[in-house]
């Protein structure tokens, strides 16, 4: 910064010293059943949008800073897809939405101040909204443990794996770029990728009906 920014230095005095390898966090996806508590306890939540933004991240794949930056024209009701112009490394991408986020985003989008753009957009200012404290109640309520928002992305590549879907597929959905293969194959389809969040909604689902509710769950 002293050197970029700052014009105080010349040459960066720090540029040939070797890093220390950080030790890779460990992410852990949703068990059987959790999937379904966490999202009956995000509809529980005082916050009107918990709900809607985690069912996308579990059935898109999608980090919390590219669904909370999404604008209303970023959304297409008809194709069902939406458009992630802030992805982060840079290159925008389609990602393909299941029935049941479509309705909630037209409830969202029946009661939405037509000044702000943000699908999720804060009720007190005109920035992004704030899920963290709504976010841990959810969890609390749901008795899940060790376990953070990014591990929703982690859930759904999970489960696409198991369900069938190749690297390419997964790498598309989830905005990789870490080969030049998956850089070709960035134009690929969003009806080919859709059938992954269509899988988990439909397990969801059905666990749902199997399941006790949340009052029932033993602590």
């Known amino acids: 910064f002293a050197c970029k920014n700052l014009r105080w230095i010349d040459e960066n005095p720090?540029?040939?010293l070797l890093k220390l390898?950080?030790?890779?966090?460990?992410r852990r996806v949703l068990a059987e059943g959790e999937d379904t508590r966490l999202l009956q306890a995000c509809r529980q939540s005082q916050s009107p949008?918990?709900?809607?933004?985690?069912?996308?991240?579990?059935?898109?794949?999608?980090?919390?800073?590219?669904?909370?930056?999404?604008?209303?024209?970023?959304?297409?009701?008809?194709?069902?897809?939406?458009?992630?112009k802030d992805s982060k490394n840079g290159q925008p991408r389609k990602v393909?939405?299941?029935?049941?986020?479509?309705?909630?985003?037209?409830?969202?989008?029946?009661?939405?101040?037509a000044r702000k753009s943000l699908v999720f957009a804060s009720k007190t200012a005109?920035?992004?909204?704030?899920?963290?404290?709504?976010?841990?109640?959810?969890?609390?309520?749901?008795?899940?443990?060790?376990?953070?928002?990014?591990?929703?992305?982690?859930?759904?590549c999970s489960i696409?794996?198991?369900?069938?879907?190749s690297g390419t597929q997964l790498r598309a959905q989830l905005g990789h770029s870490s080969s030049r293969m998956t850089d070709h194959y960035s134009h690929l389809d969003?009806?080919?990728?859709?059938?992954?969040?269509?899988?988990?909604?439909?397990?969801i689902a059905n666990i749902h009906h199997a399941e006790p509710t949340l009052k029932e769950v033993p602590l």
């Open 190 to 203: 969003v009806n080919s990728t859709r059938f992954i969040g269509e899988s988990i909604e439909k397990r």
């Open 126 to 156: 005109f920035g992004k909204v704030d899920i963290k404290k709504a976010w841990h109640a959810a969890l609390k309520r749901a008795n899940i443990e060790n376990f953070v928002f990014h591990g929703l992305r982690h859930h759904f």
């Open 14 to 16: 720090c540029i040939n």
């Open 49 to 84: 949008y918990l709900h809607c933004i985690v069912l996308m991240a579990l059935t898109t794949g999608a980090r919390k800073s590219e669904i909370l930056h999404l604008t209303w024209d970023a959304i297409d009701f008809d194709n069902r897809i939406a458009h992630i």
């Open 21 to 26: 390898k950080a030790k890779p966090k460990e």
């Open 96 to 113: 393909g939405l299941v029935d049941s986020v479509i309705e909630e985003l037209k409830k969202l989008y029946q009661s939405r101040d």
């Open 160 to 165: 696409g794996g198991e369900l069938g879907a």
